[in-house]
């Protein structure tokens, strides 16, 4: 046994669940039993205690900061919430019937059920990725997102301000949905696969954290500005979690890994960045927390080992090494 995987399961029945799941070969009972304790123990049950009756998490369908109702269902949907499991469908079930986008969304929106989303691609995605997930009907979101697929395969939520180049952050929000919505179906449907591996070649082409044009490392996430480098690192390389709608190279892996793309030379880099982050114990820390406030807390801060990055890194550096 890995001497990390102890330190590792010495925690919440979310992470536990997962990590018996991916990096231990313990049989599919006991990782269903684990699993099943994420609506009744930890941070999955402080989570769904927080609900309102009405169905929301702060009171709204989304704000900017990490604690509305969108992001509380992000939050359950990595916990590995069963989506089947009597507390989730009674949570999910007041979200259906009673959330909209009043106060929180363009105007036009206001009268939009939670699950029928508004009008940025970035949002949307994560509206469709926790719809999908959790069984509801997001066919209407997913194919407004395919139709807001940019010419160079991904999305951006400036589009509709003019711009005509996609953003990595939006491109891994919308990405997620398809991947999601795709295998919670169970069924192919051609345009949403196609649409997909459009939006995964741009991820590949530019390894993850490169500019195409000239392979060299961005420099800062635009939609944040030069002001938002964090000591020198190129954007995209410091990880986090949650990453909310941010993008970085261990969320892109992490992606293309549920995918079950066969990994190739462009991401040789990638791989070799989120291995040198490693500690002598053999865990990752975080490196950069995204300001907001959050409804449970997951780690120790930053600087401080990290058992849900080091549980995403040790299982995309396992799929790679496997293929």
Known sequence: MSPVLPWLLDDDPALRWQVLRDLTDAPAGEVAAERARVATEGAGARLLQLQAADGRWSGVAWNRG?????????LLRELGLDPESEEARRALGRVRENVTWAGCGPPECADHPFFAGEVEPCINGQVAAVGAYFGEDVRGLVERLISEQLPDGGWNCD???GSTRASFNTTICVLEALLEYEQRRGTVRPDVTAARLRGQEYLLERGLFRRRSTGAPIPYDRKLG???????????????FPTWWHHDVLRGLDYLRRAGVPPDARLADAIALVAAKRDGDGRWPVEIRHPGEMLVELDDGVGRP????TLHALRVLAWYAGS
């Open 66 to 74: 990490w604690t509305s109702t969108m992001h509380a269902l992000m």
């Open 159 to 161: 589009a509709e301000n």
């Open 226 to 240: 030069p002001k938002a480098a964090h000591d020198g690192a190129p954007a995209f390389t410091l990880l986090a």
């Open 306 to 309: 990290s058992r849900w990055i």
